[in-house]
C-alpha cells in the first residue's frame, strides 16, 4: 500500500491567519491527491482533487499543490468555519489511503 | 442536493456478520461512477474498505477482502455493505460515500453520509 504522511497532526490558529497543511505519499503518486474538510459529526466535504482543483463552490481561500510525492492544502486566510479535521486521500493505485488527518483550532 | 444516509445495526457480536446499508438522493445511479465504503476506527486514521462500479464490478482493500462484499440495489438507490467474522478490531464509524472520476481520470470522493457508528462487543 501507498502510505500517506501528514503534517501536522494538528495545529492552533486564529482566524486571518494563513495555515498550510503537508501530506507526503511513499511513492509517487502523479496528480491523484484529493483534500477533504469535516466538522464534528458532519459528513466529510471534498474540498480538491487532483491535488490542484478546486471543487465547485469552495471558498477561493482553499487552494492545494503538489505533485509526485509532496503535497500542500493551504488556507490563505483562516475563517471561523474553518476550525474543523483536513485529510488527504491518494487515488493513484487501486488500494486507496488516507492520510491520518489535521485537526485544526482555534489559538 | 445529493445525500447519503447509512443505516443498520449499531451493536454485532464477535464472529458474526456487519451489515449495513446506504441510500442515496439526489444523484443518478447510472450518473455515479462508483459507490464506496470508508472506516474510521476510535482515535485512528481512515480506511478505505472498497466500492462497486454502477456496473457491478468491485474492488475490495485487500486487508480485508476475505471477508467484504459491497453490493447495489439501483431500483432502491441503495448499495450495502457486508463485513463477516468481524472481531473488536472493526469497532468503527462507517462511512458511505459516491465516487466520481474526473476528466483527468483522478477518482475522489464527492459526497460521503454522516457515518454511523458500529460497536463490535459480546
Known amino acids: 500500500d501507498i502510505q500517506m504522511t501528514q503534517s501536522p497532526s494538528s495545529l492552533s490558529a486564529s482566524v486571518g491567519d494563513r495555515v498550510t497543511i503537508t501530506c507526503r505519499a511513499s511513492?509517487?503518486?502523479?496528480?491523484?491527491l484529493n483534500w477533504y474538510q469535516q466538522n464534528p459529526g458532519r459528513a466529510p466535504k471534498l474540498l480538491v482533487y487532483g491535488a490542484i482543483t478546486l471543487k465547485s463552490g469552495v471558498p477561493s481561500r482553499f487552494s492545494g499543490s503538489g505533485s509526485g510525492t509532496n503535497f500542500t492544502l493551504t488556507i490563505s486566510s483562516l475563517q471561523p468555519d474553518d476550525f474543523a479535521f483536513y485529510f488527504c486521500h491518494q487515488s493513484f493505485d487501486s488500494s486507496w489511503t488516507f492520510g491520518q488527518g489535521t485537526t485544526v483550532d482555534i489559538k | 442536493q445529493v445525500q447519503l444516509q447509512e443505516s443498520g445495526p449499531g451493536l454485532v457480536k464477535p464472529s458474526q456478520t456487519l451489515s449495513l446499508t446506504c441510500t442515496v438522493s439526489?444523484?443518478?445511479?447510472?450518473?455515479?461512477?462508483?459507490y464506496s465504503w470508508i472506516r474510521q476506527p476510535p482515535g485512528k486514521g481512515l480506511e478505505w474498505i472498497g466500492y462497486?462500479?454502477?456496473?457491478?464490478?468491485?474492488n475490495y482493500n485487500p486487508s480485508l477482502k476475505r471477508r467484504v462484499t459491497i453490493s447495489l440495489d439501483k431500483s432502491r438507490k441503495q448499495f450495502s455493505l457486508k463485513l463477516t467474522s468481524v472481531t473488536t478490531e472493526d469497532t468503527a464509524v462507517y462511512y458511505c460515500?459516491?465516487?466520481?472520476?474526473?476528466?483527468?481520470?483522478?477518482?475522489?470522493?464527492?459526497?460521503w453520509g454522516q457515518g454511523t457508528l458500529v460497536t463490535v462487543s459480546p
Open positions: 439526489g444523484a443518478s445511479v447510472s450518473g455515479t461512477d462508483y
Open positions: 462497486i462500479h454502477h456496473s457491478g464490478g468491485t
Open positions: 511513492q509517487t503518486i502523479g496528480n491523484s
Open positions: 460515500a459516491t465516487v466520481s472520476i474526473a476528466m483527468t481520470g483522478i477518482s475522489y470522493f464527492d459526497y
